[in-house]
Structure formats: structure tokens, C-alpha cells
């Protein structure tokens, strides 16, 4: 069974640029998270996703956005890039079976993004 | 969501048992334990979670005080692949539809000598 998968792997921006980052959840999956991971403040939940429609969000500006396809597949977008969005994003699938269970999230490898 | 603390590192021998300590003294009765690992520049690696009784799977064992106000992680037999970052969460399970926000801590740098 294919893992998480992320693209693209690398990133190189400049401030004020926008930037779109892909999520291809394992299949099955229903939802998807994003997370931010810098060195300062560590692993950090952006939000979540399921069935197209945003169900929890972290304490990010609103330069951060995301969205979610009818295939479970997620982008998230992040606008006017700042030298502080230099960081790891990864993005995390669930089942989220309402039968219960499925709570055990998998991650992806990460896209690095660089802002200079 | 409950707390957790965990040593900022370890070492272990290779071949040896690695029992990763997490006080999560605050804890409430409808939290469960996760525990993720991150090697590094991979993503975090779910390994195993527990409400109140042990746990077992092929990666690792759970052991949760009867109080439950501590756990430990045991890899039983550490190999050089098991360096990582090894966090400890304490979270409510999501009823149905709930959303599941993981709050990750520093965690606990696992290093496995030859």
C-alpha cells in the first residue's frame, strides 16, 4: 500500500511569492492534516481536512489556507511568503472511520520550503 | 489535552532494550497515549497508543501504570534505525466526525550506539 506522498519534495521562494504545496493521502484515507515543523517552535498543526471541508484549524495567519478535493487529495496554499515560512510542511492522513477508530495519523516525508 | 514530560535524551546500546520514559500526571480518563517517532528529515512515524491496559505490536511495547499517570515505550531490541525523535501524546480520541489535532512536544532524541 502506498504511503503518504508530497510534492513538490524541495522548495525555493522569495518573500512576497505564493506558494502551492500537493498531498496525495493513503488511499482509504479520508482526512488529511498539514503541519508546520521549524527548528524554533517545533512540530505545529496548520489544520484538518475531510470530505472537502475544513474541520479544525491552528493558531496560523489567514496567509495559510488549504483545501481539500472529492479524491481526499489536499493542497494547501500559503500567500505573501515571509522568511519565517522557511520550514518542513507535512501533511497527515487518517481514516477517520465513523464505525470508530482510524485515529492513527501517517505521515508524508515533508516539502522543504526555503524563503529567501 | 493532558501534559506530557519527557527527557530531552537517551542513549541505548544497540541490541539492548530502550524503555522511553512520559509523565502525563494529569491525565484524564477518556485520553489515550500516542507515541510517534521522527528520524530524521522523514515525517513523524505513528508506532503504537494505549488507554489503560499494555500494548503490543510489531514495533513496540506500551506499558501504562495502573494510576496512568506515567508510560513507558520499550523497543525491545534497539537497532541503529531506531534513532529518532520519540514524542509522547496525550489526546481524547475523536468521537465520530471529531476532527484529531496531534500537539506535538519536544519529545525525547533516542540515540542507538553500535
Known amino acids: 500500500k502506498a504511503g503518504v506522498t508530497q510534492t513538490p519534495r524541495y522548495l525555493i521562494k522569495t518573500r512576497g511569492q505564493q506558494v502551492t504545496l500537493s498531498c496525495s493521502p493513503i488511499s482509504g484515507h479520508r482526512s488529511v492534516s498539514w503541519y508546520q515543523q521549524t527548528p524554533g517552535q517545533g512540530l505545529q498543526f496548520l489544520f484538518e481536512?475531510?470530505?472537502?471541508?475544513?474541520?479544525n484549524k491552528g493558531n496560523f495567519p489567514g496567509r495559510f489556507s488549504g483545501r481539500q478535493f472529492s479524491n481526499s487529495r489536499s493542497e494547501m496554499n500559503v500567500s505573501t511568503l515571509e522568511l519565517g515560512d522557511s520550514a518542513l510542511y507535512l501533511c497527515a492522513s487518517r481514516k477517520w472511520d465513523l464505525a470508530g477508530g482510524g485515529y492513527e495519523q501517517y505521515f508524508g516525508p515533508g516539502t522543504r520550503l526555503t524563503v529567501t | 489535552d493532558a501534559k506530557t514530560t519527557q527527557p530531552t535524551s537517551m542513549d541505548c546500546a544497540e541490541g539492548r532494550a530502550a524503555n522511553l520514559p512520559c509523565n502525563h500526571s494529569?491525565?484524564?480518563?477518556?485520553?489515550?497515549v500516542y507515541w510517534y517517532r521522527q528520524i530524521h528529515s522523514q515525517g513523524p512515524q505513528y508506532i503504537i497508543h494505549?488507554?489503560?491496559n499494555n500494548e503490543t505490536n510489531e514495533m513496540a511495547s506500551l506499558i501504562i501504570t495502573e494510576d496512568r499517570k506515567s508510560s513507558t515505550l520499550i523497543l525491545p531490541h534497539a537497532t541503529l534505525r531506531d534513532t529518532a525523535v520519540y514524542y509522547c501524546i496525550v489526546r481524547v480520541s475523536p468521537t465520530q466526525g471529531g476532527s484529531e489535532k496531534l500537539v506535538f512536544g519536544k519529545g525525547t532524541k533516542l540515540t542507538v550506539n553500535p
Open positions: 481536512y475531510f470530505s472537502e471541508t475544513q474541520r
Open positions: 494529569t491525565i484524564s480518563g477518556n485520553e489515550y
Open positions: 494505549g488507554l489503560k
